[in-house]
């Protein structure tokens, strides 16, 4: 028996919030020993239509028993332990399922993202095949709907399979052994963060992700029986596939599942559902509760029932305060409580969760000159004056630029956080540097990469994070990133294949191109493609730069500016590379210009 599809007659409910289970706060050694646990009780997941109606249910003993089938299965195949098979990550218990059967054959299934976050089939196609050739995968298993461009997509490729779950469950196959992990054996590569062209699959342990989710149930959102979460993110992503699938399984909780997808095109519908449902949990990146509030309006607002949202976590990208303020001034009149917000700090290379804040104390920021925060000048002492919290702005001096940055929590329990000086010396509170982690959720290594592994993973277990920050009283203010990694709605691009994509048009030479974020209007991530140009009729130059917008937006699914400067601007080291950090700081001072460009 697998999950239980509904059809339009059928009246039933989703998996209880509470049950007879004793609830554990993830004392377990591996994903296999969490799922045995919670196949006892009652919990499960539900998964609704973008119209709110329930149509699958998938108890944790539907999910066990639909796992240990597939697990056999594969073991029957031949897959040996280690092997890798590539899972479209759609929302679904199919996924779900796959995933979890991996884990009884000691494989390691590796979510793939769907096509919706790309610009065309091509890029999408292109994408699924360097993963699956940096992975390795033996086999590539999605939804019937994408079976066209599954088998596109594993052409050439050495594999052994390549189909729907429909095909695999059709497959007639021996009854194989169970193999179960150990806690150091790895447990899933995630790919969720990286460059689309040279991608990075990150190879999680089971104590890593056991670790994590113990975590962030105990300590981060302090779980209660009561508890229910409400999600809309992907399970490609780390936020979606660790934070609200594998902690509520390793923690025991019912899960009602949005698609993205679904999402994208309602977004309130996951505000209706955290209201019937009694949702207490659930986690965003600042995009998602922006789009929210901007879309409701005051009939939807009356119908709403939020005040059961005890907690609403916030991560993926860097968090705006001024969303978070309209979203309470749009949905306080429903019950939510600013208190709820709980910014938190992750990276996949640390499974998810670094750091969250206590909760029931909502936003509370730090505003800095942003002279500091760029390294130009020392942090100065502040009073609590310009220490605040949902409830309004500080003012910075006249004349001084000055930024809110968010408190973003402590360190979770077991892990060590240090931030560091360009020499890797260990700074002091208030002071600016880089942002080093360690602990048991860090990743294991960069699979098959042993160069980048190297470049960001310590001997003794140090991981150099990327991300610039510093320490306040305790808590963790994280700045911005010292990479160069774009942040988009949640989702990393590499600026590499911003640039490359640009490159391809015929009229764009190699090293011509630039690609980084800009502070927007509302202190938003704006991502941003310098590119020298040559041109002198401005109707000729916004045709080009609107050319080069379309390249990178079918290549890549980013939506970016672009801005035309004079040629040989761009900065470069003194080893002739292109220092997008330079180019950052040049364009923002004005010693790089942008040339006019008059539209049609």
């Known amino acids: 028996m697998g999950s239980t599809a509904l059809d339009s007659t059928t009246l039933a409910k989703p ?14 050694n591996t994903l296999v020993e969490a799922l045995e646990y919670a196949a006892h009780g009652k919990r499960g997941l539900n998964f609704y239509s973008a119209r709110g109606e329930l149509e699958e249910i998938a108890t944790y003993a539907d999910l066990r028993r639909r796992a240990l089938e597939i ?17 479209i990550a759609e929302t679904s218990p199919d996924f779900v399922a796959f995933f979890l059967g991996c884990q009884y054959a000691r494989i390691l299934p590796v979510p793939l993202p769907l096509p919706t976050s790309f610009g065309g089939r091509e890029a ?51 009854e194989g052994p169970i193999r179960l992990p150990q806690p150091d054996d790895v447990a899933y590569l995630q790919y969720s963060s990286g460059s689309t062209r040279f991608p990075h699959g ?54 009602d599942y949005l698609a993205t997808e679904d999402f994208a095109r309602r977004p309130l519908q996951w505000l209706r559902l955290m209201s019937r449902n009694r949702g207490t949990i659930s986690y965003s990146p600042t995009f998602g509760y922006e789009i929210a509030a901007r879309r409701a309006g ?11 949202w005890r907690v609403a976590g916030i991560g993926g990208d860097m968090i705006r305060p001024d969303v978070l303020r309209l979203f309470v001034e749009v949905f306080g009149p429903a019950g939510f409580r600013a208190q709820a917000f709980v910014p938190s700090y992750g990276l996949a290379e640390c499974t998810l969760a670094v750091s969250f804040m206590p909760l029931d104390r909502g936003i509370e920021v ?44 402590r360190i979770l329990p077991d892990h060590e956080l240090e931030i560091r000086d360009e020499d890797g010396n260990a700074l002091g ?71 490359w994509a640009a490159e391809q048009l015929p009229d764009v030479r190699s090293g011509d191109v630039a690609a980084i974020s800009l502070p927007g209007s509302r202190n938003e991530e704006v991502p941003t493609v310098l590119v020298h140009c040559r041109l002198r009729d401005e109707q000729e130059r916004a045709a080009f730069a609107e050319r080069v917008r379309r390249q990178v937006q079918e290549s890549t699914g980013v939506n970016c500016r672009v801005v035309l400067i ?22 923002l001072s004005g010693a790089i210009p942008a040339l006019d460009q008059k539209t049609a």
């Open 15 to 28: 998996t209880p919030t509470g049950d007879d289970l004793p609830r554990r706060l993830g004392d377990f």
């Open 71 to 87: 697990g056999r299965k594969l073991s029957g195949l031949g897959y040996e332990a280690g092997e890798r098979i590539a899972l």
């Open 124 to 174: 999408y196609v292109e994408q699924l095949r360097n993963q699956l050739k940096s992975c390795a995968a033996s086999a590539l298993v999605g939804p019937s709907a994408m079976l066209d461009i599954l088998k596109q997509a594993g052409e050439g490729a050495r594999m052994d399979f390549v189909g729907s779950h429909d095909d695999f469950a059709a497959m007639q196959a021996p």
């Open 429 to 499: 509170e208030r002071e600016v540097g880089r942002i080093f982690v360690r602990g048991p959720s860090v990743m294991k290594e960069y699979f098959r990469d042993e160069q980048a592994t190297c470049a960001v993973l310590s001997p003794d277990g140090w991981l150099d994070t990327g991300d610039m920050g510093y320490m306040r009283d305790g808590f963790l203010y994280v700045v911005g990133r010292a990479k160069d990694m774009i942040i988009v709605n949640g989702r990393n691009h590499w600026p590499q294949d911003l640039e």
């Open 366 to 409: 730090d505003v800095v000159d942003e002279r500091v925060l760029s390294g130009e000048r020392p942090m100065k002492d502040t009073t609590d004056e310009t220490k605040t919290a949902m409830n309004g702005n500080a003012s910075g001096t006249a004349g001084v630029v000055t930024r809110e940055v968010v408190n973003c929590g």
């Open 202 to 255: 990150i190879a999680v342990t089971h104590r890593a992700v056991v670790a994590n989710c113990r975590g962030q149930g105990r300590d981060g959102v302090q779980l209660r029986d009561d508890d229910r979460c409400i999600s809309w993110l992907p399970f490609y992503h780390d936020m979606g596939l660790v934070g609200t699938l594998l902690t509520p399984i390793v923690n025991q909780v019912s899960v």
């Open 566 to 587: 004079p040629p040989r601007t761009l900065p470069r080291t003194s080893s002739g590379k292109l220092s997008r950090t330079k180019a950052r700081q040049q364009f």
């Open 298 to 308: 005051e009939d939807l607002v009356r119908q709403l029932d939020l005040s059961a």
